[in-house]
T-cell receptor, first 114, second 112 residues
Framework: GAGVSQSPSNKVTEKGKDVELRCDPI?????LYWYRQRLGQGLEFLIYFQGNSAPDKSGLPSDRFSAERTGESVSTLTIQRTQQEDSAVYLC????????????FGEGSRLTVL | GQQLNQSPQSMFIQEGEDVSMNCTSS?????WLWYKQEPGEGPVLLIALYKAGELTSNGRLTAQFGITRKDSFLNISASIPSDVGIYFC????????????FGTGTRLQVTL
């Protein structure tokens, strides 16, 4: 498709389980971002990938969170040993130019940890 | 993480009214942006501002980049029902060109 694609759109899991969230950016976009949005809140930066540079992981809240990106395509956000406070919508965005702030967002993956 | 302060938090207005919201930061930004988020979707870029003092319009939307580089405002004129959503400001500073800091959001409701 033409836009950023995320899967799954909804995920319900039990506390302590691991989850993987996937993001397919817009073709040709070199920059990819993950944000977390808790209910009624703004967007919290998690991690940023730009080409082959080392990712900016400064927003990851704990070592239970990690993300990978294959070249300039798909990215996977992994949350290990999920906790109830991890419940949120996880938004992925891509950009063709990291210096303009013009991000294109996916619809998000809603994670519910019971 | 750091967030920008937006006000008001929510607004209930009648169709046809003008709307104004603003965003303030303790940090200087080189770029200010305004995004809109509708239910079940990711935010969509409305306006981008790259120079202090800049005033930019996009249809019924007008945004300004504050002279101090620590604030921005967004105006919507003659609101219509499809303006409903959450409006987020976002700032981007030097040295962190890739990382946007988002505001807390302004939820807009438009009644007929």
């Amino acid at each position: 498709g033409a836009g950023v694609s995320q899967s799954p759109s909804n995920k319900v899991t039990e506390k302590g389980k691991d989850v993987e969230l996937r993001c397919d950016p817009i073709s040709g976009h070199t920059a990819l971002y993950w944000y977390r949005q808790r209910l009624g809140q703004g967007l919290e930066f998690l991690i940023y990938f730009q080409g082959n540079s080392a990712p900016d992981k400064s927003g990851l809240p704990s070592d239970r969170f990690s993300a990978e990106r294959t070249g300039e395509s798909v990215s996977t956000l992994t949350i290990q040993r999920t906790q109830q406070e991890d419940s949120a919508v996880y938004l992925c965005a891509s950009s063709s130019d990291s210096y303009t702030g013009e991000l294109f967002f996916g619809e998000g993956s809603r994670l519910t940890v019971l | 993480g750091q967030q920008l302060n937006q006000s008001p938090q929510s607004m209930f207005i009648q169709e046809g009214e003008d709307v104004s919201m603003n965003c303030t930061s303790s940090s200087i930004f080189n770029t200010w942006l305004w995004y809109k988020q509708e239910p079940g979707e990711g935010p969509v870029l409305l306006i981008a501002l790259y120079k202090a003092g800049e005033l930019t319009s996009n249809g019924r939307l007008t945004a300004q980049f504050g002279i101090t580089r620590k604030d921005s405002f967004l105006n919507i004129s003659a609101s219509i029902p499809s303006d409903v959503g959450i409006y987020f400001c976002a700032g981007q500073g030097t040295g962190t060109a890739s990382k946007l800091t988002f505001g807390t959001g302004t939820r807009l409701q438009v009644t007929l």
